[in-house]
């Protein structure tokens, strides 16, 4: 009840807001999805070419012929040191200058050491081939390191007459106190003077003749100082360089 003579007004309440926020989260929408680094393809690996393969490869890329300061590519002959059927690939050196040099042919059997191979352009010969470029004789295999100097031989051997005239009955004196002949492995000065007197003024018709007369084999010894100027291009007097081209 309301007391006399006042009236009633009701009390309006003010709603305070709370303190503590009594909002709700919106809803969870889940873990955002990272997305993962793509994997670069593979590269596939390159398949390994077979041997009937790499043989038609170098055939069909047949280096240009000769440059200038380049007496490789004018070469005419090869001779075989050692031939790798599988790889189609023959190392040996040119006739003309003992260049040691790797020849691409086409041959099913294998040829053997001293054999010829005709690397010229007119493809006159048989068998035939193209040169890839020279040989270092550190990367040669053992058996052909071995075989080089026995093969120098027997080139020597066959072009004897051509020997004998160049060197054996033209060398002299290279100083007061050297022969020509001591560039030989084995021969020293009394030998070499022995030699000369021996050889006179008519000289040595034949290597046969050279060697029972002075108890060597001139094949082997003039074979053995060119395998010296091959492995040693600083080594002087060359007689690489005097005694080549061959002229049979």
């Known amino acids: 009840m309301s007391r006399p003579g006042r009236d009633y007004t009701p009390r309006k309440f003010n709603k305070a807001k709370p303190s503590v926020d009594t909002s709700m989260p919106p809803p969870a929408t889940g873990r955002k999805e990272v997305p993962k680094p793509q994997k670069k393809p593979e590269q596939q690996p390159q398949r390994q070419q077979r041997p009937q393969q790499r043989r038609n490869n170098r055939g069909n890329q047949r280096p240009q012929r000769r440059r200038d300061g380049q007496p490789l590519y004018d070469a005419k002959w090869v001779r075989v040191v050692e031939h790798d059927v599988s790889e189609g690939v023959v190392?040996?050196?040119?006739?003309?200058?003992?260049?040691?040099?790797?020849?691409?042919?086409?041959?099913?059997?294998?040829?053997?050491?001293?054999?010829?191979?005709?690397?010229?352009?007119?493809?006159?010969?048989?068998?035939?081939?193209?040169?890839?470029?020279?040989?270092?004789?550190?990367?040669?295999?053992?058996?052909?390191?071995?075989?080089?100097?026995?093969?120098?031989?027997?080139?020597?051997?066959?072009?004897?007459k051509h020997f004998v005239d160049a060197f054996f009955n033209k060398a002299g004196n290279l100083s007061l106190k050297q022969h020509a002949f001591e560039l030989l492995a084995g021969i020293g000065n009394k030998k070499a003077l022995q030699m000369a007197e021996l050889r006179g003024s008519s000289g040595f018709s034949s290597m046969q003749e050279l060697n029972e007369k002075c108890g060597i084999d001139s094949a082997e010894l003039l074979a053995r100082r060119f395998f010296s100027e091959v492995e040693d291009r600083s080594l002087q007097p060359r007689l690489i360089d005097h005694l080549f081209p061959v002229t049979a």
Do not use: W
Request: with cysteine.
């Open 91 to 160: 190392t040996g050196f040119t006739e003309d200058t003992i260049i040691p040099c790797r020849v691409a042919i086409e041959s099913s059997e294998a040829l053997l050491p001293s054999m010829r191979i005709y690397v010229g352009d007119d493809g006159k010969g048989s068998p035939s081939g193209s040169i890839l470029g020279g040989a270092r004789m550190d990367k040669m295999s053992n058996s052909a390191k071995i075989d080089f100097p026995l093969i120098l031989q027997l080139f020597v051997e066959e072009h004897g």
